[in-house]
């Protein structure tokens, strides 16, 4: 089974820093990770796939990058509806979630 | 648009088996590269996939579960089933259903779940 780490579990931003939530992968999974944000007592949504790519409607504050095993979510700049829990996704081996970070205000 | 709905019971005892319906529109289970998964989310704590059935009646299943899960599609009635048998308040979690597609991305198929159902919570408790 592929495991999905992510880092940190739980981070403190003020509206305007630029945030960066790391997903490692126990092994290579070319590309095929996808980010989803959720929000309190609300299904996930995904924000990123294919590692890069934003998905239609997701701000250009949004970005994602990494290859192989390694992988980032980037907010360029916090704005107040980001807050929430973000989770990593592989689908390279049937599909396996990271155990969220929670993104809260400072 | 693309719309789901996970339907089923919110209480089952020990060692019972759960079923749970997702019942969909906006896309057809029989057009191909289309997959239906599950996933669940206990309180407080990360999401885990447990199965996706395709098109093709493809279907794969959360390893950890073992034999626990079993996943059916009736393409008639556009629903998607997802059987667990021998329940434990372990399961006790909101059960998504989630839509997806195979699309090619830069020359290689990808794939991710969008949208989501709402979510059901379902308790297993005596």
């Known amino acids: 089974d592929i495991q999905m780490t992510q880092s940190p579990s739980s981070l403190s931003a003020s509206v305007g820093d630029r945030v960066t939530i790391t997903c490692r992968a126990s092994?290579?999974?070319?590309?095929?990770l996808n980010w989803y944000q959720q929000k309190p007592g609300k299904a996930p949504k995904v924000l990123i796939y294919a590692t890069s790519t934003l998905q239609s409607g997701v701000p250009s504050r949004f970005s994602g990058s990494g290859s192989r095993t390694d992988f980032t979510l980037t907010i360029s700049s916090v704005q107040p509806e980001d807050f929430a829990t973000y989770y990593c996704q592989q689908s390279y081996n049937s599909d396996t979630f990271g155990q969220g970070t929670k993104l809260e205000i400072k | 648009q693309i719309t789901l709905k996970e339907s089923g019971p919110t209480l089952v005892k020990p060692t019972q088996t759960l079923t749970l319906t997702c019942t969909f529109s906006g896309f057809s289970l029989t057009t191909s590269g289309v997959g239906v998964g599950w996933i669940r989310q206990a309180p407080g704590k990360a999401l885990e996939w447990l199965a996706v059935i395709y098109w093709d009646d493809d279907k794969r299943y959360n390893p950890s579960l073992g034999t626990r899960l079993t996943i059916t599609k009736d393409t008639s009635k556009n629903q998607v089933v997802l059987t667990m048998t021998n329940m434990d308040p372990v399961d006790t979690a909101t059960y998504y259903c989630?839509?997806?597609?195979?699309?090619?991305?830069?020359?290689?198929?990808?794939?991710?779940?969008?949208?989501w159902g709402q979510g059901t919570l379902v308790t297993v408790s005596s």
């Open positions: 092994q290579t999974i070319g590309n095929y």
């Open positions: 989630a839509h997806r597609l195979i699309t090619m991305v830069r020359g290689a198929k990808f794939y991710w779940f969008d949208p």
